[in-house]
């Protein structure tokens, strides 16, 4: 398994569109911000601030169509006509971080099917809040990194350890390949998170809202776990669930019963 030659464009920035977000995105000298492109024809004071801001901090401003505007927010109706690409510095393809086994990451996390925005902003700033090593996030069939994930995640999606990989079931087939077990969260599932032995590296699969896993990724599940429930509370949102096995793995990690 190799590393992957020249990272493609979306594995390098997240990509934030509408005249609010970039203007913050500008303005916050935390992240670095690569360049910003404004639609054709397009003025006023709004527009007049961010070419401002940008040149404050020499980022680059291009001007394109309207239509190019679209395709590089892919909204078609939020954009504003501004886009700007954002340095994610911890984001890279997971081909790269499996490359070397010596430098892999333990713990990881595998979104499937997620759609909703606000659920994988909100995984992104637990997992980054717990530590966990990446959360693999497929550019297909999985929200995209955009203003109301960011939104969600409090910011803290720019600066997340995201994994890309083209779906799901490419990650789990590249995982598995590569020696971990990937558990898969399930509500009814016998086994508890508080008791099951993870190992040195594990997946810990999240399905989506309504559909769960995809069947690429369900046949190469290792096994399933549960967060203990009681007072008849049958499931808990993904978000919730995922805090759950993220801070576990804190938990274990910091009291000395993790083995990675």
Same mark, same amino acid.
């Given at each position: 398994?190799?590393?992957?030659?020249?990272? =493609?464009?979306?594995?390098?920035?997240?990509?934030?569109?509408?005249?609010? #977000?970039?203007?913050?995105?500008?303005?916050?000298?935390?992240?670095?911000?690569?360049?910003?492109? %404004?639609?054709?024809?397009?003025?006023?004071?709004?527009?007049?601030? %961010?070419?401002?801001?940008?040149?404050?901090?020499?980022?680059?401003?291009?001007?394109?169509?309207?239509?190019?505007?679209?395709?590089?927010?892919?909204?078609?109706?939020?954009?504003?006509?501004?886009?700007?690409?954002?340095?994610?510095?911890?984001?890279?393809?997971?081909?790269?971080?499996?490359?070397?086994?010596?430098?892999?990451?333990?713990?990881?996390?595998? *979104?499937?099917?997620? +759609?909703? #925005?606000?659920?994988?902003?909100?995984?992104? /700033?637990?997992?980054?809040?717990?530590?966990?090593?990446?959360?693999?996030?497929?550019?297909?069939?999985?929200?995209?990194?955009?203003?109301?994930?960011?939104?969600?995640?409090?910011?803290?999606?720019?600066?997340?350890?995201?994994? /890309?990989?083209?779906?799901?079931?490419?990650?789990?087939?590249?995982? +598995?390949?590569?020696?971990? #077990?990937?558990?898969? *969260?399930?509500?009814? =599932?016998?086994?508890? %998170?508080?008791?099951?032995?993870?190992?040195?590296?594990?997946?810990?699969?999240?399905?989506?809202?309504?559909?769960?896993?995809?069947?690429?990724?369900?046949?190469?599940? +290792?096994?399933? %776990?549960?967060? #203990?429930?009681?007072?008849?509370?049958?499931?808990?949102?993904?978000?919730?669930?995922?805090?759950?096995?993220?801070?576990?793995?804190?938990? /274990?990690?910091?009291?000395?019963?993790?083995?990675?």
């Amino acid at each position: 398994m190799g590393v992957s030659g020249e990272v =493609s464009p979306r594995d390098r920035f997240v990509t934030i569109y509408g005249r609010k #977000p970039v203007l913050e995105a500008l303005n916050d000298y935390d992240l670095r911000v690569d360049k910003v492109v %404004i639609a054709e024809g397009l003025g006023g004071a709004p527009i007049n601030e %961010i070419a401002e801001a940008a040149a404050d901090r020499a980022v680059r401003v291009q001007r394109a169509s309207a239509h190019r505007v679209k395709v590089l927010a892919g909204n078609g109706r939020h954009d504003q006509g501004v886009v700007a690409d954002v340095v994610a510095p911890r984001m890279r393809p997971l081909t790269d971080a499996l490359a070397d086994r010596a430098t892999a990451p333990h713990k990881l996390l595998l *979104l499937d099917g997620l +759609t909703t #925005p606000a659920n994988v902003g909100m995984i992104l /700033r637990t997992a980054t809040a717990a530590g966990i090593d990446g959360v693999v996030l497929p550019h297909r069939g999985v929200a995209t990194v955009d203003p109301l994930v960011v939104k969600a995640s409090a910011g803290i999606a720019f600066h997340a350890p995201m994994l /890309r990989t083209r779906t799901a079931g490419e990650a789990a087939e590249l995982l +598995t390949e590569a020696g971990y #077990p990937l558990f898969a *969260l399930d509500a009814d =599932s016998e086994e508890s %998170i508080f008791d099951i032995d993870f190992g040195t590296r594990a997946v810990f699969v999240l399905g989506g809202e309504t559909a769960g896993l995809s069947d690429e990724v369900r046949k190469c599940v +290792t096994g399933t %776990i549960a967060v #203990p429930m009681h007072g008849g509370v049958e499931s808990l949102n993904v978000a919730t669930a995922a805090a759950a096995v993220c801070f576990e793995v804190l938990r /274990r990690r910091e009291t000395g019963k993790d083995r990675s």
